[in-house]
Nanobody
Framework: QLQFVESGGGLVHPGGSLRLSCATSGFTLNNSTIAWFRQAPGKEREGVSCITRTGNVITYLGSVKDRFTISRDNAKNTVYLQMISLKPEDTAVYYC???????????????????WGQGTQVTVSS
Protein backbone atom coordinates (compact mmCIF):
# COMPACT_ATOMS: atom_id res chain seq x y z
CA GLN A 1 0.00 0.00 0.00
CA LEU A 2 1.39 3.34 -1.07
CA GLN A 3 1.78 5.80 1.80
CA PHE A 4 3.28 9.20 2.33
CA VAL A 5 3.46 10.14 6.01
CA GLU A 6 4.52 13.61 7.08
CA SER A 7 5.84 14.39 10.54
CA GLY A 8 7.78 17.07 12.37
CA GLY A 9 5.21 19.83 12.45
CA GLY A 10 4.34 21.76 15.57
CA LEU A 11 4.17 25.14 17.25
CA VAL A 12 7.25 27.35 17.02
CA HIS A 13 8.02 30.98 17.78
CA PRO A 14 8.88 33.38 14.98
CA GLY A 15 12.51 32.91 14.05
CA GLY A 16 12.43 29.29 15.09
CA SER A 17 13.15 26.15 13.11
CA LEU A 18 11.48 22.87 12.26
CA ARG A 19 12.39 19.88 10.14
CA LEU A 20 9.58 18.11 8.38
CA SER A 21 9.93 14.52 7.24
CA CYS A 22 8.01 12.65 4.57
CA ALA A 23 8.37 8.91 4.95
CA THR A 24 7.23 6.86 2.00
CA SER A 25 6.28 3.22 1.68
CA GLY A 26 5.02 1.14 -1.19
CA PHE A 27 6.61 3.73 -3.45
CA THR A 28 9.84 3.77 -5.45
CA LEU A 29 11.27 6.95 -4.00
CA ASN A 30 14.52 6.84 -5.94
CA ASN A 31 12.60 7.10 -9.22
CA SER A 32 10.36 9.88 -8.05
CA THR A 33 10.08 13.64 -7.93
CA ILE A 34 8.91 14.88 -4.55
CA ALA A 35 7.43 18.22 -3.59
CA TRP A 36 6.26 19.98 -0.47
CA PHE A 37 3.07 22.02 -0.55
CA ARG A 38 1.28 24.04 2.10
CA GLN A 39 -2.19 25.35 2.65
CA ALA A 40 -3.07 28.07 5.11
CA PRO A 41 -6.65 28.61 6.31
CA GLY A 42 -8.69 30.41 3.69
CA LYS A 43 -5.90 30.27 1.13
CA GLU A 44 -5.12 28.15 -1.88
CA ARG A 45 -2.57 25.39 -1.66
CA GLU A 46 0.85 26.50 -2.86
CA GLY A 47 4.01 24.68 -3.81
CA VAL A 48 6.89 25.30 -1.44
CA SER A 49 9.73 23.22 -2.84
CA CYS A 50 10.44 20.25 -5.07
CA ILE A 51 13.36 17.96 -5.80
CA THR A 52 13.97 15.67 -8.75
CA ARG A 53 14.77 12.02 -8.32
CA THR A 54 18.48 12.64 -8.67
CA GLY A 55 18.44 15.71 -6.45
CA ASN A 56 20.11 17.67 -9.23
CA VAL A 57 17.23 20.08 -9.65
CA ILE A 58 15.60 21.82 -6.72
CA THR A 59 13.03 24.60 -6.87
CA TYR A 60 11.75 26.87 -4.11
CA LEU A 61 8.84 29.25 -3.72
CA GLY A 62 10.33 32.72 -3.69
CA SER A 63 9.17 33.57 -0.18
CA VAL A 64 10.95 30.57 1.36
CA LYS A 65 14.17 30.60 -0.63
CA ASP A 66 17.21 30.91 1.64
CA ARG A 67 15.10 29.79 4.62
CA PHE A 68 13.90 26.33 3.58
CA THR A 69 16.01 23.41 2.38
CA ILE A 70 14.64 20.28 0.75
CA SER A 71 16.66 17.09 0.76
CA ARG A 72 16.14 13.40 0.20
CA ASP A 73 17.56 10.16 1.53
CA ASN A 74 16.49 7.48 -0.90
CA ALA A 75 18.00 4.75 1.27
CA LYS A 76 15.63 5.77 4.06
CA ASN A 77 12.71 6.42 1.69
CA THR A 78 12.39 9.84 3.25
CA VAL A 79 12.34 13.43 2.06
CA TYR A 80 12.97 16.34 4.39
CA LEU A 81 12.13 20.02 4.54
CA GLN A 82 14.38 21.97 6.89
CA MET A 83 12.80 25.29 7.79
CA ILE A 84 14.62 28.11 9.57
CA SER A 85 13.78 31.72 10.38
CA LEU A 86 10.11 30.80 10.41
CA LYS A 87 7.55 33.56 10.08
CA PRO A 88 3.86 33.69 11.08
CA GLU A 89 2.99 33.63 7.39
CA ASP A 90 4.56 30.18 7.15
CA THR A 91 1.71 28.83 9.27
CA ALA A 92 -0.10 26.15 7.27
CA VAL A 93 -0.68 22.46 6.85
CA TYR A 94 2.32 21.09 4.99
CA TYR A 95 1.95 18.18 2.58
CA CYS A 96 4.43 16.08 0.67
CA UNK A 97 3.54 14.78 -2.74
CA UNK A 98 5.17 12.67 -5.41
CA UNK A 99 5.17 11.62 -9.00
CA UNK A 100 7.04 9.02 -11.01
CA UNK A 101 7.18 10.87 -14.33
CA UNK A 102 10.95 11.05 -14.30
CA UNK A 103 11.21 14.59 -15.61
CA UNK A 104 14.56 16.36 -15.44
CA UNK A 105 12.92 19.35 -13.80
CA UNK A 106 10.36 19.58 -11.04
CA UNK A 107 7.18 21.59 -10.73
CA UNK A 108 5.41 23.40 -7.93
CA UNK A 109 2.04 22.82 -9.58
CA UNK A 110 -0.08 20.47 -7.52
CA UNK A 111 -1.70 18.82 -10.56
CA UNK A 112 1.69 17.29 -11.40
CA UNK A 113 1.54 15.08 -8.29
CA UNK A 114 -0.88 12.16 -7.98
CA UNK A 115 0.39 10.88 -4.63
CA TRP A 116 -0.12 12.82 -1.40
CA GLY A 117 0.33 12.56 2.33
CA GLN A 118 -2.19 13.60 4.96
CA GLY A 119 -0.30 16.70 6.06
CA THR A 120 1.33 18.04 9.19
CA GLN A 121 0.42 21.32 10.89
CA VAL A 122 3.04 24.03 11.27
CA THR A 123 2.09 26.99 13.44
CA VAL A 124 4.41 29.95 13.86
CA SER A 125 3.22 32.21 16.63
CA SER A 126 4.50 34.14 19.60
Amino acid sequence: QLQFVESGGGLVHPGGSLRLSCATSGFTLNNSTIAWFRQAPGKEREGVSCITRTGNVITYLGSVKDRFTISRDNAKNTVYLQMISLKPEDTAVYYCAGNTRGKVTCSLQDYEYPYWGQGTQVTVSS
